[in-house]
């Protein structure tokens, strides 16, 4: 779909469009109730950076492979970040009402069909693997992905993650060390996927698989500090939603922690192992570095 | 495991403690936050009939096939069922204080954590049945196993259809096509699916497929009707919720719209097609017929 010289900008924008079509085009293939379908559009189509699909289709342009080979499973690991948020929303939750500068799901919808919503798009990610034909990927990688995917999504990955932060949140406050470990989950282990998924498809070999996955464990501790950041320095305009909210909700943050320049400090020297290991792999890596700064330095 | 000339209770009472036993090692294998396991334990232990393992199980004893290749799947299937009744008790849908005689998840672990256990077992049933290894099971059928599962569970089926009960309990009343239609999603794709899956492993040929795929759209019907008059005649003992609960929900139910002796021989019918779909598909199908029997007899 893309050369691998374009400007990056060029190349986040068009990837973005790809990812947003593509997106558009399942959910309407989607059957259901319409009201559970308005739902799971409404938060699909509510936009997002779309860095996970990013991250995927970049490395699979890191192995000078078709871009169009990992866009069912680009879009099927959004699909299960925008669960998470859905749920992560809800009352019984983090209890948000805003989410991208637009209500949350269950404040448009109801927190009934907000619940279910999330539900049918879990399961809706499974499926679109488990279906989209494409001669490049055969069953074997198809089970391994879900496998993995599934992992990174469940107790062991996002939802233990969301589960350890809820029960943080009635603690005084974490070390570093506990923080880093939720945050591993929570998002780090997606993000690591998004990764894995774009070497599984590219048949990576082991040693661009280790090298790979310790980029996206970097790169994903370095996205988490620049949101803590954004949390404080960012506009509402641009994040969408009300700067200092971690603060007013108490949560243990990198900047809390460890000061607003030990948290630059330590984003700069996550960024700078993240780049690293992408050097070490043996890939085409200019682009993907070139999306690691993009993450790093975003203003939203 | 065991022969197709067993009792049928003896059957039941045995492949019950099977999966019982599998489901114990599945849900002790699991990685995550000690909470949101113990959630995910309490719910997956509480028992149950085991209907939809039993009737894979069944089915594959049908095909003369060894019943340990399909353990994995039809435990996979009874996590998504637990996870649906974690998710359809909790306030902001049935709002069940009582499940199986025990405080329903959210009573016990609160909404939060409830709806994190429920995320975590629809997860991790796609991860089982990626990551079982049985040398009769290769990728192609795991990947369409996948796929008819997630759709039989997804917006298309079982959420679907939770999703149009809810909308319906605001309704005056419902036609006995609408009240079928809603169950045929919201219960009768996951049993079809149980039978299906169990004839995916046995390499069924397309005829036995369509005569099992009846069957089971038949013994979901009756399934449900049967249910239903439970909530009128059956004892609370037995059903562990309180009798006349659909009763003062003002749910549309059959014996609502057909009197209960109406809803007796609507039963009757059901059972009589389903049984008929089984002696045309060509397979061993004594077993099954007991099963069906036990379903639409049953006291609880």
New interface residues.
Partial sequence: MTPSNQPINEFLEKTRRTVNEHLEAITES????K???DA?EYSVKAGGKRVRPILLLATLDAFEESLAIGLDVACAIELVHTYSLI?DD?P??DDDDLRRGRPTNHKVF????A??A???L???S??L???FKNEHV???I???L??QF??A????GM??G???D??AENKASLSVEELEAIHYKKTGKLIIFSVVAGALLARANTEQKTNLEQFAYHLGIAFQIRDDILDIEGDIETIGKPVGSDDMNEKSTYPKLLSLEGAKQKLLEHSEKAIHFLENANINHERLVQIARYIINRDN
Same sequence: chains 1, 2.
């Fill in positions: 989607i059957k259901g109730p009201t559970l379908l799971m749920h809800l019984a939750m109801g927190e009934a069909t619940i279910l999330g539900d049918a879990l399961t809706y499974f499926e693997i488990a279906s055969p069953d074997d198809k089970v391994e879900i496998r599934a992992h999504s469940g107790a062991a939802v233990g969301q589960s350890e809820l029960i």
